[in-house]
């Protein structure tokens, strides 16, 4: 069974040879590993068997990346969104960002001017050529992006972001909301333009290690609308949802599905998730991913990862709808050898010995059984998803030409993005 299927059969709560792997490991950690034994010629992809392709775009406000400060330890840089952040020179930790553009509403209008779609943001050459590559060789082909108040993050500090979803609702829903327009008119050009997706996996942590960052009316108040916006409009492409939410957001879970989640991933067991519990209560409507405790995957003593594994996965295979994934990300305090042995725990446990071999499925765009026929692409100056659009080029400048493409446009006078140019 190709991995393509493999997932698919997972998200549709149906029976698969066994259950689908996808890892997250830092890049510290693979340094870790190359010292241990992992060959440097096959990609972690290749060698774990992973089954997920992911493809992003910049939908950054673009601003110059600049070198500040550096030095043994760490590197100090400006942000493609206007800030300022520091990480150590390893990449070990999550960076830290030391400085915010938006501290006003004036800063934030400022940025929005700059948030539109366009070609350049979007790689034609090797994306395209990879992407292909993911489709031929059976990969469950996602367009990822962060959203929401995960997205928010990079331009307000988020003390202030927290209080803001608080005393003024409406502005942050402005830029949540702007942020998945983004989302849904990039993607629009790409599936116009040769990519191809199974799934959309976006990234928005929205949770802590007691619950929630804000509360299920802030949630209403500022996400919502965006979230449904986003779930339907990739349904309508025949793509499948899932969505990456650190944290404990058990309590959102009822939202989530009501707004056309369909896999939550990494269901942090620190953060007190437990899949088995999840499983039995929303298993029926949603897909769930992740929730191997990374901790017991360090210990010194190898039977308490197996009992982890074997315990969990007695439950979860149940039906289909589980795909695992450790609780986060894989860090370097797990050796190679210890990751391995994980790897063919979850091959020995997640087989399913019920599964009766069937036809490969097609493409998601020809079939995938779960969602309406794909609508043509709207024209330049019709209405989308409710509220009129701004003119939208239909075609990418003549790859590594996008300077003479934009050059030509200016001189005929086209419009675009609604403004026109020359």
């Avoid at 116009?192 to 199974?198: E, L, Q, T, Y």
């Avoid at 039977?303 to 289909?320: M, Q, R, S």
């Amino acid at each position: 069974m190709i991995s393509r299927e493999r997932v698919l059969r997972a998200l549709n709560h149906q029976i698969p040879d066994r259950i689908p792997i996808q890892d997250t490991i830092w890049k510290a950690t693979v340094n870790r590993w190359l010292k241990e034994g992992l060959p440097e010629d096959v990609s972690l992809d290749e060698y774990f068997g992973y089954e997920f392709a992911f493809f992003g775009v910049d939908l950054s406000p673009r601003f110059p990346v600049k070198i500040i400060e550096k030095n043994e330890e760490y590197i100090i840089t400006t942000t493609p969104q206007g800030g300022k952040v520091k990480n150590h020179r390893n990449y070990s930790t999550t960076p830290e960002i030391i400085d915010y553009p938006i501290k006003t509403k004036d800063d934030w209008n400022e940025i929005k001017k700059r948030l539109k779609p366009d070609f350049t943001r979007i790689d034609w050459a090797t994306g395209l050529a990879n992407n292909k590559t993911a489709i031929e060789e059976g990969k469950f082909v996602c367009f990822s992006a962060a959203c929401g108040y995960d997205a928010l993050q990079y331009y307000i500090k988020s003390d202030q972001l927290l209080i803001t979803i608080t005393e003024d609702p409406e502005w942050i829903k402005d830029m949540v909301m702007t942020l998945a327009e983004l989302i849904i008119v990039t993607v629009e050009l790409m599936m116009n333009n040769g990519f191809k997706f199974d799934g959309a996996f976006l990234y928005n942590d929205m949770g802590h290690r007691n619950g929630l960052l804000f509360s299920l009316d802030s949630y209403r108040k500022t996400h919502y609308e965006a979230d449904r916006l986003l779930y339907g409009y990739f349904h309508s492409k025949g793509m499948k949802t899932l969505l990456h939410s650190c944290g404990n957001v058990t309590e959102l879970i009822p939202l989530l599905i009501e707004v056309g989640l369909d896999c939550l991933q990494p269901l942090e067991v620190k953060a007190g998730m437990d899949v088995i519990t999840l499983k039995e209560k929303y298993g029926d409507q949603l897909t769930f991913m992740g929730n191997i405790d990374v901790r017991l995957m360090a210990d010194e003593d190898p039977a308490k990862i197996e009992e982890e594994i074997k315990k969990k996965f007695e439950v979860v295979k149940k039906g289909g709808g589980y795909i695992y994934h450790s609780d986060h990300s894989i860090p370097t305090n797990v050796s190679f050898q210890q990751y391995c042995r994980v790897i063919e725990l979850v091959k020995k446990y997640g087989v399913y010995p019920e599964y009766t071999e069937q036809k490969e499925l097609s493409h998601p765009q020809e079939k995938i059984g779960v969602a309406p026929e794909t609508k043509p692409a709207e024209k330049p100056g019709r209405r989308l998803f409710g509220k009129k659009k701004e003119t939208v080029p239909q075609k990418p400048p003549e790859q590594g030409k996008p300077a003479q493409a934009e050059a030509e446009k200016k001189k005929k006078g086209i419009k675009i993005f609604g403004r026109k140019k020359g």
